[in-house]
Structures are given as C-alpha cells and as structure tokens.
T-cell receptor, first 114, second 113 residues
Framework: NAGVMQNPRHLVRRRGQEARLRCSPMKGHSHVYWYRQLPEEGLKFMVY????????ESGMPKERFSAEFPKEGPSILRIQQVVRGDSAAYFCASSEGAENTEAFFGQGTRLTVV | QQQVKQSPQSLIVQKGGISIINCAYENTAFDYFPWYQQFPGKGPALLIA?????SEKKEGRFTISFNKSAKQFSLHIMDSQPGDSATYFCAARSASGTYKYIFGTGTRLKVLA
C-alpha cells in the first residue's frame, strides 16, 4: 500500500511562472490537506479538501493560490505568478475520513522560485 | 484560540536520557493530538497520538502524557538515541468545524552519542 505520493519532489520556477504541485492520497483516502513549511518553521495549514469539494481554505492566500481534488486523479495545488516568497516545502497529507482517522504526510514538494 | 504552543524550540539530550517536549492549547474543541517526527528533507511521519479521554499512551520508548484540565500534553522519549535526532511537531485537530490539523512550531531534538 503506497503512501501519500507527491510530485515533483523538487520544482524550480522563475518569478511569474505557474507552479503545479500534485498529491495522490493513500489508497482509500478521500480527504487531503495541504501545508506549507518555510525553512526552520512549522507547518502552516493551507487548505482541506474532500473529493470535488473544498472544505476549508482559510489558510490559502486570497490571490494566486488555488487547490482542487477532482473525482479522478490527484489533488493539485496551483500557484500562479510565483514570487520568491513562495519558495517553501509544500506537504500534502491524506486521511480516510474526517473523524477518528489519522493523517499521513507525503515527502513534500520543495519549490524554489528564482 | 487556534494556536498550539510548543516548547522548547530546541533540545539537546545525552544518549540514554529522557527527552521531553511540551505543548499547550486553548481550543477545547480539539479532540485528537498527534505527534509527528520529521527528518531533514522528509515529510512528517506520524509517531504517536492520543485522545483526551485518556491521560497517557505509551508505544515503545514514546509516551504521550495528556492533562485535559490544564490543556497541555507532552511527548516523552525514553532512552533517547542518536537516531531520534529530528524535529518533532505536536498537533491538534478540532472535533468541530473542518477537522483541520493545527501544528506547533516544532522542537529540534539532538541526541548526543
């Protein structure tokens, strides 16, 4: 049973380009969380999605950031017109359900904006 | 109210010693408290978790102590080993609303050989 798969592991983008980060949850998991981690800092909640629904996006910047979790395929975190401040590690976690379930993290995507 | 405060920021322990990391929260709606271990360049890995209906949970060398009235919980690593050197995050999840996880700021543990 594969764990949470994130790709790419490393992503370099020039300022102004778009970054697409993908997350395939564990088999049987329908809940996905995205977190951002700056160097030497903790994990900051960004967005929580279920299949085809955004449940909580209170941690997402209002502009340039969007997330989706379609019925088929991975969850996508999209950052448009990236800036240097977007450079961070982005982690995805998945869980089987909302209550009484554990969340498991992927290895992360390290985004570098040059 | 959504914060989870974690201390210390860093910790150095001798091999064989006990590592203790503390967390405190305000939101009484939190109902699940996991601890994650993160090695450099890796994702956080679930280590151990507790619910507020128990005061202690032990798995191997790792123990969570939970004080519901004080709204505090802590991770104890017994017989600490150099391989335990990592960053540890406590977290809390709300039983109401959207069930998102709120993380502490992390503790960098170094166990000296």
């Amino acid at each position: 049973n594969a764990g949470v798969m994130q790709n790419p592991r490393h992503l370099v983008r020039r300022r102004g380009q778009e970054a697409r980060l993908r997350c395939s949850p564990m088999k049987g998991h329908s809940h996905v969380y995205w977190y951002r981690q700056l160097p030497e800092e903790g994990l900051k909640f960004m967005v929580y999605l279920q299949k085809e629904n955004i449940i909580d996006e209170s941690g997402m910047p209002k502009e340039r950031f969007s997330a989706e979790f379609p019925k088929e395929g991975p969850s996508i975190l999209r950052i448009q017109q990236v800036v240097r401040g977007d450079s961070a590690a982005y982690f995805c976690a998945s869980s089987e359900g909302a209550e009484n379930t554990e969340a498991f993290f992927g290895q992360g995507t390290r985004l570098t904006v040059v | 109210q959504q914060q989870v405060k974690q201390s210390p920021q860093s910790l150095i322990v001798q091999k064989g010693g006990i590592s203790i990391i503390n967390c405190a929260y305000e939101n009484t709606a939190f109902d699940y408290f996991p601890w994650y271990q993160q090695f450099p360049g890796k994702g956080p890995a679930l280590l151990i978790a507790i619910r507020p209906d128990v005061s202690e949970k032990k798995e191997g060398r790792f123990t969570i102590s939970f004080n519901k009235s004080a709204k505090q919980f802590s991770l104890h690593i017994m017989d600490s080993q150099p391989g335990d050197s990592a960053t540890y995050f406590c977290a809390a999840r709300s039983a109401s609303g959207t069930y998102k996880y709120i993380f502490g700021t992390g503790t960098r543990l170094k166990v000296l050989a």
